[in-house]
């Protein structure tokens, strides 16, 4: 059986969908735990319209999403646990896709495919996902950070299914991070299991459901240095390169952690935070000082009018 482990928090208008999408699946053999996070819209009244047994509801104060995945890990009665968001959804073939894999690559214990973007418009965005190891429609993702540093993210988490033991291993989703405590989780998971990859989109990212937030909001928000001023992902990133031996991976590692500084140079940039950015794209070429890109940032940062930054950027 699949544990199927969905958090909920102020989504009345996309649960629905979302848990249909579930109970349309071509695999039937699986649960439904959804872990209200403190919701005070009708997300709970939507979810009790639903008479399907295999749907349980779990109730907890609000702690934030990984809390609230944790908490529905620790509440799977399955030992496989699939992921899947509030307001995401996935094709018919999805768990059955999974399931695949899972019998196909024994060795693994984290089972992933590729999925698709619906914007506002309903109009569907392929990912981008380049330097995938394998020929065929699916393997194991041995690179994964290579893979991540220059692609969309190749795990994302409505369309990852894993092992029971390996999450709870890795002790869950991080808590207290405000955000990439997905993309941490991965690369936790990615050092010590290996991941089965199906090419096939058989998920669907509903970016319609994210508000825009424009420029000017994100700077009346963000405190100098992003949205924290301690970079929890960025020092536990590092602690997995210190704590790792394997040269190859740790090479790939490293790349991946110049890729994450990299980019938050170019948001503190476009937020004309320029000690910040300056800071970053540093952090980002102690880890490679190959990457020219950087070296580009450091000069837009020390040289170049606001004015014109953002018009490079875009």
């Not at 848990?19 to 209200?36: A, H, Y």
């Not at 914007?119 to 993702?141: Q, Y």
């Not at 950015?277 to 170049?304: G, P, R």
């Amino acid at each position: 059986m699949i544990s199927v482990v969905i958090p909920l928090y102020n989504k009345e208008k996309q649960i629905a969908h979302t848990l249909q999408s579930v109970l349309n699946q071509t695999f039937q053999d699986f649960e439904i735990v959804v872990v209200d996070d403190g919701s005070t819209d009708e997300s709970i009244t939507e979810v009790e319209k639903f008479s399907d047994s295999r749907i349980r509801l779990i109730h907890q104060q609000n702690a934030g999403v990984s809390a609230a995945r944790n908490r529905g890990i620790e509440e799977a009665k399955g030992e496989l646990i699939a992921f899947l968001d509030a307001d995401d959804e996935w094709k018919s073939e999805y768990l059955a896709s999974q399931y695949y894999l899972y019998q196909k690559y024994p060795d693994c214990s984290v089972y992933a495919c590729n999925y698709e973007f619906c914007d506002s418009e309903g109009k569907v965005i392929s990912t981008i996902i380049r330097k995938i190891p394998f020929a065929g429609e699916d393997g194991i993702l041995s690179n994964y950070f290579e893979v991540a540093c220059c692609s969309h993210p190749p795990l994302w988490t409505s369309a990852v299914m894993v092992k029971k033991q390996a999450i709870r291993d890795i002790c869950g989703f991080p808590i207290g991070i405000p955000s990439g405590e997905d993309l941490l989780t991965w690369a936790r998971l990615a050092i010590q299991y290996n991941i089965a990859y199906s090419c096939h989109s058989m998920a669907i990212y509903n970016t319609r459901n994210e508000q825009e937030r424009s420029l000017s909001d994100l700077r009346k928000t963000a405190p100098p240095d992003l949205k924290s001023v301690k970079d929890q992902v960025g020092l536990a990133l590092q602690h997995l390169y210190i704590g790792h031996r394997d040269d190859n991976q740790k090479k790939q590692l490293a790349m991946y952690i110049a890729f994450w500084y990299k980019m938050r140079a170019v948001v503190n940039l476009n937020l004309n935070y320029r000690f910040a950015a300056i800071k970053c794209s540093c952090k980002s070429l102690a880890f490679n000082k190959k990457k020219l890109n950087v070296y580009f940032l450091i000069l837009l940062s020390l040289f170049v009018p606001y004015s014109l930054v953002k018009r490079i950027l875009k």
